[in-house]
């Protein structure tokens, strides 16, 4: 029995085999305090947490008496800001979409519903001076959907029209570029754009700008194609895609070093999360989370091209599943606790409690770059509020 244990912190233990001259190596051991210093931002009816920690900024949803507000704070010092707020829309309820920071951190698109009709609304803020832009006065008051900043360049977007995907400078609104057309769902990602075309259901991808002739990646799908917008794509690259539908299937298109794999990996799937370096693909239901493993894992626990492996499941729903800064634990939420499960399933698995909180629906989201762990809590008068924590702490054994 091996065990790692510090004062103040919980223990970690694996009960493992010793064969004469081979080493047993356990190099992401994590601990977790028995009980974290919380530091609280002072404001309320908090439902949605969304960081750009290359800046040191978060942003927030507020929702109180009517009203629906979008603040922002910093990391380091806490300090908040409302940016917006209204009387006639609500934060959007589909979970395929968020608040999208541009990568310069100056503005910010807040995707949003209108109480009266429950029309779709994509405003863009800056942050600096808070002047508003409704999206529809730049691209026409049809339907539009997907708007996401475009990575390289400043005040560019992409949204997908009419089911035609599109490329637009904000300071050009003449300059509307058409990228595809029949796109149920895109992704932005090494440089390049993916995207999923009906009626076929074949991946392509271009770069940024669309100046370069597309390029098929796939020629058939697993299943019968749905030609509607209920797929989700979500690209590490060009070998490794993972697509989501909406009745919860999910599908993985794996180019891998021995085979290429296309086929059905799960049912009732709720998200998933490439792994920095795309050879992990988490995946999760309401109650269980996976890992696939897009190629071979050389180090112990050793791991083999195209295997999933089962974390865990719990009889509650789980919720806020993501990687941890690691990528060899993961994070998630089930009732009032905040947890962290190891991915290494040698000898018995180690989850640990990292803390609770009073709120049976938090919004909790990561600062890897700063080892902060931010969450919504209630107070003492029962209106939910931001805490953070430090976690994981840069310890050592000696």
Do not use: C
């Not at 608040?99 to 405003?123: D, G, R, T, V």
């Not at 697509?243 to 999910?250: C, G, M, T």
């Not at 269980?288 to 499941?313: A, K």
Request: negative net charge.
């Amino acid at each position: 029995m091996l065990e790692v244990g510090s004062p103040e912190f919980n223990t970690w233990s694996k009960k493992l085999n010793i064969n004469s001259g081979v080493s047993a190596e356990f190099w992401n051991v994590l601990l977790t305090r028995k009980n974290y210093e919380k530091k609280s931002i002072p404001i309320s009816s908090i439902t949605r947490i969304f960081l750009i920690p290359s800046k040191d900024l978060g942003a927030y949803v507020q929702e109180e008496n009517g009203k629906f507000s979008v603040g922002v704070f910093d990391l380091q010092t806490l300090e908040t800001d409302t940016i917006f707020s209204s009387t006639e829309f609500r934060f959007t309820d589909d979970e395929k979409e968020n608040m999208e920071w541009s990568p310069q951190a100056h503005k910010i698109i807040i995707p949003a519903l209108s109480i009266k009709n429950e029309s779709k609304y994509y405003f863009i803020v800056n942050i600096q001076n808070k002047e508003t832009t409704d999206l529809k006065s730049i691209v026409g008051s049809g339907s539009f959907r997907g708007v996401r900043w475009d990575p390289n360049h400043k005040d560019v977007i992409f949204y997908i029209a009419d089911n035609n995907l599109l490329l637009l400078n904000l300071n050009q609104p003449d300059t509307k570029k058409l990228i595809a057309e029949n796109v149920s769902s895109y992704d932005l990602t090494q440089g390049k754009i993916f995207y999923f075309q009906m009626p076929g259901g074949m991946i392509y991808y271009s770069d940024l700008a669309g100046t370069t002739e597309p390029v098929q990646i796939t020629t058939s799908f697993p299943e019968q194609i749905f030609s509607d917008q209920s797929y989700k794509l979500v690209a590490y690259d060009e070998k490794r895609i993972a697509i989501i539908r909406d009745n919860k299937n999910l599908y993985i298109y794996n180019q891998g070093d021995k085979d290429t794999y296309f086929y059905k990996l799960g049912e009732n799937i709720k998200g998933v999360q490439f792994s920095d370096d795309g050879k992990k693909l988490l995946h999760w239901s309401r109650r269980e989370m996976y890992i696939y493993f897009t190629r071979v894992w050389e180090v112990q626990p050793f791991r083999s091209e195209n295997e999933t492996l089962d974390i865990t499941r719990f009889s509650e729903e789980i919720k806020n599943v993501q990687w941890e800064k690691d990528y060899e634990h993961v994070l998630f939420s089930v009732g009032d606790k905040i947890k962290v499960a190891e991915l290494d399933n040698r000898g018995q698995k180690n989850i640990f409690d990292v803390t609770s909180f009073d709120n049976n629906n938090p919004a909790i989201v990561e600062n890897h770059q700063d080892n902060q762990l931010f969450f919504t809590e209630k107070d003492a008068q029962g209106k939910t509020g931001i805490s953070v924590i430090k976690f994981p702490e840069k310890t050592g054994l000696f």
